[in-house]
């Protein structure tokens, strides 16, 4: 049986070849204003722009960052995930269990970890896709099973005393980059290249540009569907892993309102909710926008509270942006 064919719309040119300052705005808004944030910040605290303080903060989203990264390939297709956070502490717990100094080896380790966001992932893919169920229903119960899951698991109780290779995961560096860092690039990288250059990025563009358009084009949306949740709960896992190697334990309470983090990343970046429109590198921008403003505001010593009512009003604002857009379309 032969591939399916999906046929894309080819976008305008500027007529006469023109510059037009809107399209670079459209382009590269969001890298000018981590430009402008971070100058504001390095102008209003003399610590912020240093080098220890500037590695710190990506250190410290590439856990979030990661989780945005599959989080982004689901909002492409118009779906959302909301069990991130719970599927990072299940995985924490697992993994943590695996990790005592002598017991398993580090491989062994890592892959229970993998295998427990891949699973979940498959779990959430498989109940939308065939049971054709709205993601936010589906996640949201995966949210509250995972979470029970990962609680039950170890009674409530932090579990410690893990072994030095696995800390090195989240606290060791290679040539003074520290590792979490080195991940979440490499992540981006590989998360790059399958959503622009393979065929599997092309269908889930398909998908969320029009799904019904997808299927007559003979693409097996369910089958999609279930690898990209299955791919997003793997990413989870590899963030889960990294968290729990940083703060040397399991908790069961890890990864609390990080799936929200990890929307607001993907939308701040260029995401768009209605399908369709995403990329890597926006998301990236919008973690480090996160990441930023949360450094930046503790070193000014602005209260947390304020924080996330800044937090929520800038998602709220990206959204309107993102609405507007599309009703220009």
Do not use: C, W
């Not at 701040?268 to 930046?296: C, K, P, R």
């Amino acid at each position: 049986m032969s591939e399916p064919v999906v046929l894309t719309e080819k976008k305008p040119k500027a007529k006469g070849g023109r510059f037009k300052p809107t399209a670079l705005l459209s382009r590269f808004g969001m890298l000018f204003i981590l430009i402008g944030l971070m100058i504001l910040m390095s102008l209003l605290s003399p610590t912020f722009l240093t080098s220890d303080n500037l590695l710190n903060i990506v250190r410290q989203m590439s856990v979030v960052g990661i989780v945005a990264i599959g989080v982004t390939f689901i909002i492409i297709t118009t779906g959302i995930d909301l069990s991130s956070g719970s599927v990072i502490a299940l995985t924490s717990v697992v993994v943590a269990t695996l990790a005592h100094p002598g017991e398993y080896p580090l491989l062994i380790t890592i892959l229970a970890g993998l295998g427990v966001g891949m699973l979940t992932g498959v779990i959430n893919g498989t109940i939308i896709a065939k049971g054709k169920i709205a993601p936010f229903i589906v996640t949201l119960g995966m949210m509250t099973a995972a979470r029970g899951a990962a609680l039950m698991y170890t009674g409530g109780r932090p579990i410690g005393n893990l072994s030095d290779p696995f800390k090195f995961i989240g606290q060791g560096s290679i040539a003074g980059i520290p590792v979490p860092i080195l991940i979440f690039f490499f992540v981006a990288f590989i998360s790059y290249l399958l959503l622009n250059k393979t065929k599997f990025g092309t269908y889930i563009y398909a998908i969320g540009g029009n799904e019904q358009a997808a299927i007559i084009a003979g693409i097996n949306v369910e089958k999609y569907k279930i690898m990209l949740y299955g791919f997003a709960g793997l990413l989870t896992s590899v963030a889960g892993i990294i968290l729990t190697s940083r703060i040397a334990s399991g908790q069961p309470t890890a990864g609390t309102m990080y799936e929200l983090d990890a929307i607001a990343a993907a939308v701040i970046g260029g995401t768009s909710l209605a399908g369709g429109v995403g990329t890597i590198g926006g998301t990236v921008i919008g973690a480090l926008i996160i990441g930023v403003m949360n450094n930046g505001l503790d070193l000014l010593g602005v209260s947390s509270y304020l924080q996330q009512i800044l937090k929520g009003a800038i998602i709220v604002v990206a959204v309107f942006i993102d609405s507007r857009k599309n009703k220009r379309k």
